[in-house]
């Protein structure tokens, strides 16, 4: 690309098309591992069928290098009248378009084989409601960058000259780190959170235990004839609840190691732009933050973290795709100093303004009471008379009852000159922090009961996100839904 | 701008429930009404050649569903006449809103300046009685998207203009 222009159509390099055959392999592989399965395990039985299964998978690899051949040929991106052009296919032929100021984020990922093979994907998504992204499967890291740099600059490159971006990546990689992660400490964060959660539950589990044995004492020697019975009953439930506390332990397990694979090496450093985090073992993941497309910022801390004295952070960039995962950045174990900097660094005067707090109505959380505590204690007696169950219900209610309580002290929505703060949470705390101006649209939603009590609920969509604001009084919802209009109104600013 | 100014600036704010709004269509309520009929009537046809042709529904039981379908349907086509009065939009200078709902209301607002682009569309049923829709596309997926149904073709037209007007000038 050095040498080359972009402005005319260019090709993936060489590797791309080993990438584009291993993309194929893994689609049939996909689409017919069950099959597989069943050979290898019942491979006696299929001992005839030995040659056709060979011809097949050799089909298969065939059809795929041919795919991986036409694919390649046919596949070439170019910047040209300030547009990013992806053309693709050989039978369907597909010319993708981006105009470089819609371009909301560039990502620059790489799974296995590509970390193998030493390329990395590179991937453009705008923030239209129609589906739109362009993916350049194989570049070769330096490419990348430079690429990454020219969609993210806006400018079209032929109006560039090749030797300022030269300098402009050099440049880049000079930028200094805020913070990163060892292998260490991220596996500290992962397991307090998760046993955390999993401690949780594995009191309300001893305490159904607790309960259940203790009736189960107390019935013995009232009833000597349902000993039998209950001696069943205790050996079944026993064996739940051993297989319960083998299911937690799993999963706990299981998340530590995810959370670990998928923050590895996880590292945050300033650019000229904004940030770049860098993440990631078998899927590496390199993100460029820049600082005037955020939408939503939330930090989030629980007892856990605030004994580390660490907090998560989630920004939130606009996106065509409304699936939380694809537009959500997670930084893990950011120190509490650095993400207050971090945040007065985005929203440089948030934290100086004057703030005006609210609250969900109390009415919400005991109609939500109502609904999954009340009710169920209602019912269920009638249908089940067994003890534990019982004792199993009351477990419940007192965790539902105490989460709800804490989710309803924790929820309030702060309102100042130019943003919002939306805090919740039950155990844990977030904090959103969102512009108000960069809110996208608006809606205010009332059932006549709701009329007659003067409450009201409040959506506000973002680029990012949807935010409901439930069950505030009539008042508020109206002021609040005016002032954001005024502010998004007044003057037009870049949201993005 | 100082905060402490918010209450005193509020009052002065143009205020969303001051607006008067416009109806729709009144030939809409038709669209809708046929609509609802036509969704009943497959349901119909659909209960009764699974009854005649399976015979798995006892006589009473296939009567107690037909039943049902045509109250569900009496329901809608009277919630849809009740409601239909609530069904209107709004343009102001910077922006359009859209209400709708008797029992459970909304109001909606999308600023022009939030507004990527807009889109006219017709339906089978719609275009019989000569009436569009407008779709007004914000970015960050569908959710937030706004779609005013039941308008007159000349209307709908006008709207997509003065919309794509204030677009533009925006965008300079």
Known sequence: ?496 | MDFSNKTTTIETLPRIEDIKFNPLANKYLHVMRIKTIITSLILLTAISIFHFSQEILELNEYLYIIAGILGLAIINLLYTKISFKHRAYSLRERDITYKRGYIFRSITTVPFNRIQHTEIKEGALSRIFSLQTVKFYTAGGATSDLQISGLNKEDANNIKEFVNTKIESYEK
């Open chain 1, 1 to 496: 690309m050095k040498n080359k222009s972009l402005s005319s159509p260019n090709k993936l390099p060489i590797e791309g098309l080993a990438i584009i055959f291993f993309k194929a392999i893994y689609k049939w592989g996909r689409a017919i591992w069950p099959f597989i399965v069943i050979y290898i395990f019942k491979s006696s039985q299929y001992q005839a069928y030995k040659t056709h299964i060979y011809i097949g998978i050799g089909l298969i690899l065939l059809l795929s290098l041919i795919h991986a051949i036409l694919a390649y040929k046919h596949f070439n991106f170019q910047i040209k009248d300030g547009e990013f052009i992806v053309n693709s296919g050989y039978i369907n032929k597909e010319k993708k378009s981006i105009p470089l100021d819609r371009i909301q984020t560039v990502n620059i990922k790489q799974n296995i084989v590509q970390q193998i093979i030493g390329v990395v994907q590179l991937e453009v998504d705008t923030a239209g409601s129609k589906k739109k992204e362009l993916s350049l499967p194989a570049l070769r890291k330096e490419h990348a960058k430079e690429l990454e740099n020219i969609l993210l600059s806006k400018k079209d490159e032929t109006l560039v000259e090749d030797e300022t971006f030269q300098e402009k990546s050099t440049d880049k990689e000079k930028n200094n780190t805020l913070f990163s992660l060892s292998i260490s400490e991220l596996a500290k964060i992962a397991i307090s959170d998760n046993i955390f959660k999993g401690g949780l539950l594995a009191l309300s589990f001893t305490y159904g235990i607790y309960q259940q044995y203790n009736e189960i004492i107390n019935e013995r020697f009232a009833n000597e004839i349902d000993n039998i019975q209950n001696t069943a009953n205790t050996a079944s439930w026993q064996l739940i609840l051993f297989a319960v506390g083998v299911f937690i332990v799993f999963s706990i397990i299981l998340s530590v190691i995810r959370i670990i694979l998928i923050n590895f090496e996880l590292k945050l450093s300033q650019t000229s732009q904004g940030y770049k985090l860098e993440k990631g073992l078998f899927n590496k993941r390199s993100v460029i933050i820049p600082l005037s497309k955020i939408q939503t910022y939330t930090w989030t801390t629980n007892p856990i973290r605030k004994i580390f004295n660490i907090a998560t952070i989630t920004i939130k960039q606009a996106s065509s795709d409304n699936v939380e995962e694809r537009n959500a950045v997670h930084i893990p174990g950011c120190q509490a100093s650095t993400e207050e900097n971090i945040r007065k660094e985005i929203f440089n005067d948030s934290s100086t303004q004057e703030y005006d707090s609210h609250k969900t109505q109390a009415y919400y959380f005991m109609r939500s009471w109502a609904i999954i505590v009340l009710l169920p204690t209602i019912i269920i007696p009638f249908f089940v008379s067994s003890y534990n169950i019982i004792a199993g219900l009351i477990t419940w209610n007192i965790v539902i009852s105490v989460m709800l309580y804490m989710g309803f002290k924790k929820r309030k929505y702060r309102i100042s000159k130019d943003y919002m703060i939306i805090q919740k949470g039950s155990i844990s705390t977030s904090n959103k922090i969102l512009p108000i101006f960069k809110i996208q649209a608006i809606r205010f939603k009332q059932s006549i009961f709701m009329k007659r009590k003067g409450r009201a609920n409040l959506v506000i969509y973002t680029a990012s996100e949807r935010i409901a604001i439930p069950f505030v009084s009539e008042q508020f919802a109206l002021e609040t839904y005016n002032y954001i209009l005024y502010k998004i109104e007044k003057k037009n600013l870049i949201w993005m």
